[in-house]
């Protein structure tokens, strides 16, 4: 399995999947662990009820993917990312949310989270999110995708008087391909499927182009894509 830089610290695949479980609500963190408890190569390190108790045991912890609440008590779980992000930039965070439509959401994804979670998901969707966000995809749906591209684009209009930073990396023609559709919220198979190509090679064209843009997460480089100008999105 090919990982992105974000991911190659990490021990290789016979290591579980490190988990940490943040919410307020003890209920929901022993639904989230049963949920995870059965899978052996998933391991829930540890649990936290605010960010501020997060951002400590992450630190010592260093878990590889974070369920994150997004509103708690003392620190919000979006503070909380920030710090994480920066103390433990290899750690891959997943927004708990009772609704899409909560505006936090977009301030979460440029924090430093790889996506949200449905707290009313089914709860034997949980552990192949967990992998799936540690393979590098995020966890968007294309409705939020759109949200967010929007607000992306909202952005790059502000910044339109900015001078363009030189010189911007360039990205192939593919990789360009690869990005548009990272934007519309598509993870890897469904790229591979749109063009053709294989979902590895969807892996190494996502790797390279966060090597060129010296980024972690493929949100980062949307984010960054657009504000650069190298999408056009209206």
Do not use: W
Not at 90 to 99: E, G
Request: a negative charge; aromatic letters at 2%; proline letters at 5%.
């Amino acid at each position: 399995m090919t990982q992105t830089d974000e991911t190659a610290g990490r021990s290789g695949s016979q290591e579980p999947i490190r988990v940490l479980i943040v919410d307020d609500h003890a209920l929901i963190r022993r639904s989230l662990e049963l949920a995870l408890a059965a899978e052996p190569d998933i391991e829930v390190v540890g649990e936290a009820s605010d960010g501020q108790e997060a951002v400590e045991i992450a630190d010592r912890l260093l878990p590889d993917v974070v369920l994150m609440d997004v509103r708690m008590p003392r620190q919000s779980g979006i503070e909380a990312t920030r710090v994480i992000k920066a103390s433990v930039p290899s750690a891959r965070i997943v927004m708990l949310t009772v609704s899409d439509e909560e505006e936090d959401l977009f301030e979460a994804i440029k924090a430093g989270a790889t996506g949200y979670l449905l707290k009313d998901v089914q709860i034997d969707e949980v552990p192949d999110a967990v992998r799936g966000v540690h393979e590098g995809q995020s966890l968007i749906n294309p409705a939020m995708a759109a949200k967010l591209i929007s607000e992306f684009a909202n952005m790059s209009r502000k910044e339109a008087e900015r001078p363009p930073q030189l010189p911007v990396p360039r990205l192939t023609e593919r990789e360009m391909e690869v990005l548009r559709l990272v934007a519309k919220g598509m993870n890897n198979r469904e790229i591979a499927k749109q063009l053709f190509i294989s979902e590895n090679t969807v892996k190494n064209h996502v790797r390279n182009i966060l090597e060129k843009l010296q980024l972690h997460s493929r949100m980062e480089a949307v984010v960054y894509a657009v504000r650069e100008r190298l999408l056009e999105i209206t």
